[in-house]
């Protein structure tokens, strides 16, 4: 597959809310990172397959998967690099709280398989959506 089929692949997936099935379209090994803070627990840094499907789980269990909102505005591809840039909104299941950002994605896929997944979102107010 195609940078650009594995990164759409992803989003299918991830809109279906299989947290194993998007696991398994990560290498064994891999660098991700989500910016945040120890409030919030899905984020920081992951390095195997297995931690993927968790971070979506315990993600769920925070925010109402239901009323998500996603708005991809472009994706690009640049060899085995893509870089998706769009717009997420989400509630806080814990305070009831919506909150809505820009947000970009930076992918590196390596045979066929997502090696690389950084998150960049407003971390300030996601950690603020969650403060009680």
């Known amino acids: 597959m195609t940078t650009r089929e594995v990164v759409e692949n ?5 809109a279906a809310g299989d947290p194993e099935a998007v696991a398994g379209l990560f290498a064994e090994e891999i660098d991700w990172y989500v910016p945040g803070s120890p409030q ?6 992951r390095t195997t397959r297995a931690e993927v499907a968790d971070y979506l789980r315990v993600l769920g269990e925070n925010i109402v998967p239901e009323k998500n909102v996603d708005h991809v505005e472009a ?4 060899g085995d690099h893509a870089v998706l840039l769009g717009e997420f909104s989400r509630v ?3 305070t009831g709280h919506t909150y809505q ?3 970009a994605m930076h992918f590196k896929v390596a045979n066929g398989e997502i090696a690389k997944l ?3 979102e407003d971390t300030l107010k996601v950690a603020q959506a969650y403060a009680r």
């Open 10 to 14: 992803f989003l299918g997936l991830l």
């Open 40 to 45: 919030l627990p899905w984020t920081g840094r």
């Open 75 to 78: 994706l690009v591809v640049d």
């Open 92 to 94: 806080a299941r814990s």
């Open 101 to 103: 950002m820009p947000i």
């Open 118 to 120: 950084y998150l960049y």
